[in-house]
């Protein structure tokens, strides 16, 4: 069994810092590209950074210059750094984790989801 779980959301007022956790634990080989995603209310889901295990990044343009993505392949954790948060960056945040098993297909697992609610 594969757990996901994010973590480190709150609330912060504009021009804020906030740091998620995303943390794989159970039976597996290795985390393999970990991808950080997106709701606000009434919008679809939308993709904001992506981190493979190379360490190389993708980040949406809505945040570029303002969010970093790291990891931690030995506590197989991703981070997410949100610097210069601004109101439209309210949403729950979710993590999408490649889990590789031996001679198993890599499978794709998301976490519950982390609030983070930006005020004006």
């Known amino acids: 069994q594969v757990q996901v779980m994010e973590s480190g959301g709150g609330l912060v007022q504009a021009g804020g810092s906030l740091r998620l956790s995303c943390a794989a634990s159970?039976?597996?080989?290795?985390?393999?590209?970990v991808g950080w995603h997106r709701q606000a209310p009434g919008k679809q889901r939308e993709h904001v950074a992506t981190?493979?295990?190379?360490?190389?990044?993708v980040y949406a343009d809505s945040v570029k210059g303002r969010f970093t993505i790291s990891r931690d392949n030995a506590e197989n954790t991703v981070f997410l750094q949100m610097n210069g948060l601004k109101p439209d960056d309210t949403a729950v945040y979710y993590c999408n984790v490649n889990i590789i098993r031996v001679g198993r297909p890599v499978s794709d697992y998301w976490g519950q989801g982390t609030q983070v609610t930006v005020s004006s």
């Open positions: 159970g039976r597996f080989w290795s985390v393999g590209s």
């Open positions: 981190i493979n295990p190379a360490g190389i990044t």
